[in-house]
């Protein structure tokens, strides 16, 4: 008898069809979110998808009810604990969807179903590490817009939030903030918009300020004052108030700054400053 076992078939058109289907609103929430953020914990999945339940205990568990379905599905997949235990929460898996996630969505976007099922590479910690900093911050947006400490008017990630624009010598350069944040204040009356740069320690101060004068370049041509009346504020979020003060200090000192266009908050001082507004 052969030791070899026969190779193991996605599902056709027809199936998947059949299989998204099947799913609630709900469910295709949940991949859309980890869609769109790459990477998400469970914790970050039960906080904006499970918060209606009658007790943070049955939301925790129709959470993980729902991943464990979605998984055994083979529609989303979750990290090894080796690459992703790096602050994740000892039970809190890191989920990203399987190529059969990326068709169903893509199917309800009405893009079809033959997307390629690339193989998914294990990303390196950093880039993980970097990935789920940004969902934290759309997580607490959300939370905090659910309290009615401010409206979220929009949140674009990455990709769909950089900006392109002519560069010296006419060259064409692209502008990477890690979100662009639209708010507005309780009563709906003032509007507030928002870059924001997830900074996890990593990058030496000199790479910040060349971050920094990157906005500056994109501000003068206009473009985003002319799209939206406005150029948003650019908020450095970091770990610790060691590291803020840091990014302030080298921001201050560099002349060829705006202070004015800059904040440096730590994750807990973000909902603070946003409810704030931009002024």
Known sequence: ?????????????????????????????????????????????????????????SGS??????????????????????????????GSSIWFLSAAGKRILALRRGDGTALSAARVRE????????????????????????????????????????????????????????LAVTTTSPDGEFEDRWFVEVDLGTEHLPTVIRKCQQYETYRRTGDEQHRHGVFPIVVWLTRDVLRAE????????????????????TTEQLVGLVAGGAS
Request: include cysteine; charged fraction near 25%.
């Open 246 to 265: 840091k990014i302030s200090a080298a921001i201050r000192a560099a002349r060829s700054l705006d202070r004015l266009l800059y904040r440096v908050v």
């Open 123 to 178: 990303p390196s910690v950093r880039f993980v590490a970097h990935s789920l900093g940004i969902a934290d911050v759309r997580v607490r947006l959300a939370e905090a817009a659910r309290v009615g400490a401010f409206g979220l008017a929009g949140v674009e990630i990455e990709p769909d939030c950089w900006r392109q624009y002519l560069g010296a010598h006419a060259v064409r350069e692209t502008l990477k903030p890690d």
């Open 1 to 57: 008898m052969s030791g070899r076992a026969p190779l193991r078939r996605g599902l056709g058109a027809e199936g998947l069809v059949r299989l998204a289907d099947q799913l609630s609103a709900r469910d295709l929430r949940v991949l859309k979110s980890v869609g769109e953020n790459r990477f998400l914990t469970t914790n970050h999945l039960e906080r904006l998808h499970f918060s209606d339940h009658a007790s943070s205990l």
């Open 61 to 90: 568990r129709s959470c993980r009810r729902v991943l464990r379905r979605l998984h055994e599905l083979k529609l989303l997949s979750s990290l090894p604990r080796r690459v992703g235990g790096f602050g994740a929460g000892s």
